[in-house]
């Protein structure tokens, strides 16, 4: 089970202040352009057995999102508050509703090349074609310390392996 993690110590170190909703213990922000981002985190028993979330972002407003790097380090403040509390696996799947899923994991890629931890994690990118051709990007993290690295890094690249055989 996850452990909760510190509004506090996040708005310590965030770019953008963030508030918690009640509801679902989601994170929201509002960015200077005026975009209501949410940021949470559901268990994930589908891709792993291992204990995992799922990273969830989402632009509740659907504003045009400029590349903004406050943004960046706002999300990283929160995934970073996250594995400070928890060694489980991170899973992130971009949202393919508006065929910009390969721009965010690009992107998702790209803020975490810049962050200054990264030698502590292991990340795992991987894609798969769906029956209706939809391409859809996956992406794990993990602390090097978690006890079972080796065991996720495998189940994930089976899982991903059986599921673009699936489809063939």
Not at 72 to 82: C, G, L, N, P, Q
Not at 114 to 122: A, D
Request: negative net charge; aromatic residues 12%; contains cysteine.
């Amino acid at each position: 089970m996850m452990n909760l993690l510190s509004l506090e110590l996040i708005n310590k170190v965030t770019a953008y202040p963030i508030v918690r909703n009640a509801q679902d213990g989601f994170f929201h922000f509002f960015t200077d352009g005026g975009v209501h981002y949410s940021v949470g985190f559901i268990e994930e028993d589908t891709l792993l057995s291992k204990e995992s979330y799922q990273l969830i972002i989402a632009n509740l407003n659907n504003r045009k999102s400029m590349r903004d790097k406050k943004v960046r380090d706002t999300i990283v403040a929160i995934v970073d508050e996250f594995f400070n509390r928890n060694n489980a696996t991170l899973l992130y799947i971009c949202e393919t509703g508006d065929n910009k899923q390969g721009m965010r994991s690009r992107l998702f890629e790209y803020w975490f090349s810049t962050y200054n931890q990264k030698s502590l994690f292991t990340t795992m990118s991987s894609s798969v074609i769906d029956s209706e051709g939809i391409v859809n990007y996956a992406t794990i993290i993990l602390r090097n310390d978690n006890p079972y690295l080796s065991e996720i890094i495998t189940e994930f690249s089976e899982s991903i392996q059986a599921l673009n055989q699936k489809l063939e």
